[in-house]
C-alpha cells in the first residue's frame, strides 16, 4: 500500500537541510575575517619589522596601506552584507558572533598598524645611538678646522676609519647636508636617514647639532628620539 507520509518526510528532510546551509556559510564568514585579520596583522608587523631589520628590504611597506585599508574596509563591508541577512534569517548567534570578529578584527588589525611602528621606532633609536661616533667625528672636524666638513668621506682616516652604514639593509646611507641653515632652523649641518615607509611616503630620520626641532616643519611632524628626530611626511 503506498504511504503518503514518505513525501512529507522527503520534504522535511530537505527543508532542514537548506535551513542549515544559511548557518554554515556564516560560519565560513566568520572564519575568514578572522583569519584574514590575523594574516593582515601579522603582514603590516613583518612588513615594519623587515625594513627595519640588518638584512631585510623595505619593499613589503609599499603593500602595507593596501593591506592594512584593504583589512579594515573588507571586514566593514562583510559585516554590513551579512549580519543583516543572517538577522532576517533569524541566525541571531552567528550574527552576533560576526560582528564580534568584525570587531576583532579591526581592533587587531589597529593594533597592529602601532605595534609596527613601535618597531621601526625602536630600530631607530638604536640607529640613533650607533650613530654617536659619526657625530662626535663630524664635532671634531668642526672644532680643528672652524667649518663642518665639505661631505662625510672628509673625516677619514683622520677622524673616524671609514664612513658606516647605518646598519638597516632598508636604509643603508647617511645623508650629509651643510651650508644649508635656512632650510634646517639654522643648523650648519646636518644628518639625515630617509626612512620611507611607503608608496609617496618621504620620512626622513634627522640629526640637527644645535638640537632645536620644530614641532612641525611644511605641515610634517617631527618626533624626537633621544637626540635625532623621526620627521613624518
Not at 566593514?76 to 541577512?85: E, N
Not at 552576533?96 to 613601535?118: D, S, Y
Not at 609617496?200 to 630620520?205: A, C, P, Q, R, S
Request: hydrophobic share 45%.
Amino acid at each position: 500500500m503506498w504511504d503518503v507520509r514518505s513525501p512529507i518526510v522527503d520534504v522535511g528532510e530537505v527543508v532542514g537541510r537548506s535551513d542549515k546551509r544559511p548557518e554554515g556559510s556564516m560560519t565560513c564568514v566568520i572564519a575568514g575575517v578572522f583569519i584574514g585579520s590575523l594574516v593582515c596583522g601579522g603582514f603590516i608587523v613583518f612588513a615594519d619589522g623587515f625594513a627595519v631589520y640588518s638584512m631585510g628590504s623595505a619593499a613589503f611597506l609599499s603593500l602595507q596601506p593596501v593591506v592594512g585599508v584593504g583589512s579594515l574596509v573588507g571586514s566593514l563591508a562583510i559585516a554590513a552584507v551579512f549580519i543583516p541577512h543572517g538577522i532576517r534569517q533569524r541566525n541571531l548567534k552567528r550574527s552576533a558572533a560576526l560582528l564580534a570578529t568584525t570587531i576583532f578584527g579591526i581592533a587587531f588589525t589597529v593594533l597592529c598598524i602601532r605595534a609596527g611602528g613601535q618597531i621601526r621606532m625602536a630600530a631607530f633609536a638604536d640607529l640613533a645611538s650607533r650613530s654617536t661616533p659619526l657625530v662626535a667625528a663630524i664635532k671634531s672636524f668642526e672644532q680643528k678646522y672652524g667649518r663642518p666638513p665639505e661631505s662625510l668621506s672628509a673625516l677619514a682616516p683622520e677622524f673616524i676609519a671609514s664612513v658606516p652604514w647605518t646598519g638597516l639593509r632598508a636604509y643603508p646611507s647617511y645623508g650629509y647636508f651643510v651650508g644649508k641653515e635656512n632650510r634646517f632652523s639654522g643648523n650648519p649641518w646636518v644628518l639625515s636617514v630617509f626612512s620611507s615607509s611607503g608608496i609617496l611616503n618621504f620620512d626622513t630620520f634627522v640629526y640637527y647639532p644645535l638640537q632645536n626641532y620644530p614641532l612641525t616643519e611644511c605641515g610634517n611632524r617631527f618626533e624626537r628620539i633621544g637626540e635625532w628626530a623621526y620627521l613624518y611626511e
